[in-house]
């Protein structure tokens, strides 16, 4: 019988609703901040463009699609949880086993795991290699399960093998195969001292019907309000985030800072000991001192010149009784 192929949603619904919204909240912020803070610094125009594009808010629609897309996968992984724990309570014997769908079994059977401690992993690699459809997680030890709700057929040696060499291949501890119809005395044969369990229909009855005798009261994970609760959380604090501009809405992503103005050095005359100030605006520059313009006297005329001469006939006789005669030093 074929198999399904997950979609992407089908994939995020198989995880617990927590992580579900854990991962639309990192999403959101991943694409509403991460985009400029990643690509920022880029020297690339094109990277570069995209980063600065984040600064507008362009990035808002994309990033509340994909916290809405998980939180709707959160949902459905709520309501698929507690569909489990319903489907295994209403069992009430080998016709109820047998009446449900292929889909439905697996679904019963992992959550008869679940309920015994371990953590199951639905892979959906269930195939004409007789492909594993659950993963078991105890104690730090991997078990394989193949599912086969053959009404009237009984699995025969050839899957039991397939099983083992598939264990072998993949390194895990043991395999589990669960069906309904038994299994064949080569099978039975094949399986013995191997890390291979074999479950029929009565085994697996018997394990739900022990389930259900303990009553196990819900969890924290089905309860509805602690759901609704931490949802609306989630969307809070991404509407919140919504409002927060970009930390580079002002400046453009990757410009650089404009240089600091120059430290100018400045010396205190009574100690001599330079100092250094910043300068609070760019220094100006020195206007260099205006040079002096010398003019020529306009020529004397002839009585100026007269009178010149006189007074400086007149300043050097003053200047000869008032000097001094120098000695002459006597000649060697």
Not at 226 to 252: D, T
Not at 309 to 331: F, H, S
């Amino acid at each position: 019988m074929g198999k399904r192929k997950e979609s992407g949603f089908d994939i995020l619904a198989s995880m617990t609703w927590p992580a579900c919204l854990v991962l639309g909240l990192i999403g959101f912020i991943g694409i509403q901040y991460g985009i400029g803070w990643l690509w920022g610094s880029s020297s690339h125009p094109f990277l570069l463009a995209f980063a600065k594009a984040s600064s507008t808010g362009v990035y808002t629609p994309l990033a509340w699609f994909a916290l809405w897309v998980c939180t709707l996968t959160s949902l459905a992984s709520f309501f698929r949880r507690r569909q489990r724990r319903r489907l295994l309570e209403s069992q009430t014997g080998m016709d109820s086993l047998r009446n449900m769908d292929w889909k439905t079994f697996e679904r019963l059977v992992g959550e008869a795991f679940r309920r015994q401690g371990y953590a199951v992993k639905e892979t959906g690699q269930g195939g004409a290699d007789g492909g594993v459809d659950l993963e078991l997680h105890k104690e730090g030890q991997i078990t394989l399960v193949q599912c086969k709700q053959w009404r009237s057929q009984s699995v025969g040696v050839q899957t039991v093998r397939e099983m083992f060499g598939i264990l072998v291949d993949q390194g895990a501890n043991a395999v589990k195969i669960v069906a309904l119809g038994g299994y064949t005395t080569d099978a039975a044969a094949f399986a013995r001292g191997k890390r291979i369990e074999l479950v029929d229909g009565r085994a697996l009855l018997a394990t739900v019907r022990g389930i259900q005798a303990k009553k196990e009261p819900e969890v924290a994970l089905d309860n509805p309000v602690l759901f609704a609760g931490v949802v609306l959380i989630c969307l809070l604090v991404a509407f919140a985030l919504s409002k927060q501009q970009p930390a580079r809405s002002a400046e453009a992503p990757g410009t650089p800072l404009a240089p600091a103005p120059p430290a100018v050095q400045s010396a205190t005359p009574a100690q001599g000991v330079g100092m250094i100030q910043t300068a609070s605006a760019p220094a100006q520059p020195i206007a260099s001192p205006a040079r002096k313009i010398y003019k020529a006297d306009p020529p004397m005329s002839k009585d100026e010149l007269r009178d010149w001469q006189k007074r400086n006939r007149e300043a050097m006789k003053i200047l000869e009784k008032t000097t001094p005669e120098l000695e002459t030093a006597p000649t060697q």
